[in-house]
């Protein structure tokens, strides 16, 4: 699927050899970025732990494999299974906490609906629910709901670096996804080969100018 990957244009004056060339090299180039550009990620219970021993807070959880912002249905619940799995404190009882209507949060200059938000406590853990699908980027996500942001030791989001852009807040965060890292490492039930996640697989696309 040529159309998935990443592409290198060339423009030349009517010289196909030297954009061929060109397109190959930068070509070539590009896919040894493989691997390279990615932000580490680490598993739940070392994130946890890392978590645990940073002094300082609040400490940002990133769940980027179900992020809204890469095209997931963000709706995994595996890291909140795992944090209810190791806390063990009451995890049976679920209490609402806080309801409100029409919420919205900050993406830099602009205010991204989130839809009706509910607030739930599930044993020790607080659990933010949004209508619209969409990735964490604001702290009115928390605070539209009463609960301070800043004032929590650990924060698990669904998004990738948009917390860290938050002008005035200093953030500590882990990568972490619980599925497979990678579209590599996904079951695809249909596709055909070669592919654009494959290595070393270059894609040249020259067009002659007229």
């Not at 919205?104 to 209508?131: E, K, N």
């Amino acid at each position: 699927m040529p159309e998935l990957s990443g592409r290198i244009l060339v423009l030349t004056d009517k010289d196909k050899d030297t954009a061929n060339r060109l397109a190959t090299a930068i070509g070539e180039e590009f896919v040894s970025m493989r691997g390279k550009t990615a932000p580490d990620s680490v598993s739940f219970d070392e994130a946890v732990s890392t978590a645990a021993a940073f002094n300082g807070s609040p400490v940002v959880m990133a769940d980027p494999a179900d992020k809204a912002g890469g095209g997931a249905p963000s709706d995994n619940t595996t890291i909140l299974r795992r944090r209810i799995e190791r806390d063990v404190q009451d995890a049976a009882a679920v209490t609402v906490t806080a309801l409100r209507r029409d919420c919205r949060q900050s993406f830099g200059p602009t205010q991204v609906p989130l839809g009706d938000c509910a607030a739930i406590r599930v044993g020790g853990l607080q659990v933010v629910l949004i209508t619209n699908r969409t990735q964490a980027s604001g702290l009115e996500l928390f605070r539209n709901l009463g609960i301070e942001p800043q004032g929590r030791k650990l924060l698990v989001v669904k998004s990738t670096n948009h917390f860290m852009a938050r002008s005035g807040v200093s953030w500590f965060e882990i990568g972490t996804g619980p599925r497979a890292p990678g579209p590599c490492h996904l079951a695809f039930q249909t596709e055909t080969r070669p592919r654009p996640m494959d290595a070393k697989v270059i894609y040249v696309l020259t067009r002659m100018g007229r």
